[in-house]
């Protein structure tokens, strides 16, 4: 029985280095602080936002059911014509405006998807203000963290674009399209930096 104990310690102590090798094969590269978060997907998966390092990310907190809600179909177009070229289209849900996301999360990928053909990755749904404000939206609108595009978020699609160095570059209000020229033109600058 003791060697069976033995056997299987010795197992795990390669399997815990794997796991420690792993972790530094990021490379000395370290990881801007707008990624060092982690959160579940729509369907419950741990997602950690340092995946995302030295990608172009536009982070958009997004709703079901609110006037700018076809500007999904932008955010497909821009992750559609970009993916490729290193952006990635990250939709955040969030109940905080006119309850306009009351769905669970199977209900908003299903609307997602049977109604914008949404690939792009999307989280679980979580606050984006107050009180239960997610951490990366504390961070996002934080005047210490974020000097240039900090301030609460006023409603549904409002957009930060984060630079493949993990700077946060630009933030666009609701009503401007994922398709405008303000938005791609700054996606475009940000992906031809390498």
Known sequence: MRTLGLLALGMLVPLSFLATASADDKGDK???PVLNFKMKSLAGK????SHYQGKVI????????CGYTPQYKGLEALHDKYAGEGLVVLGVPSNDFGRQEPGTSEQIAQFCESKYGVKFD???KVSVKGEEQAPLYKYLTSKETDPQFAGPI???FTKFL???NGAIVNRFKSA???????VTKAIEAELAKK
């Open 176 to 182: 401007v399209k994922p398709e405008s020229p303000a």
């Open 162 to 164: 984060i630079g493949r």
């Open 30 to 32: 370290k990881v801007p």
């Open 122 to 124: 999307m989280l679980e």
């Open 154 to 156: 006023e409603w549904n």
């Open 58 to 65: 536009l982070i958009v907190n997004v709703a079901s059911k």
């Open 46 to 49: 741990e997602v950690d936002l």
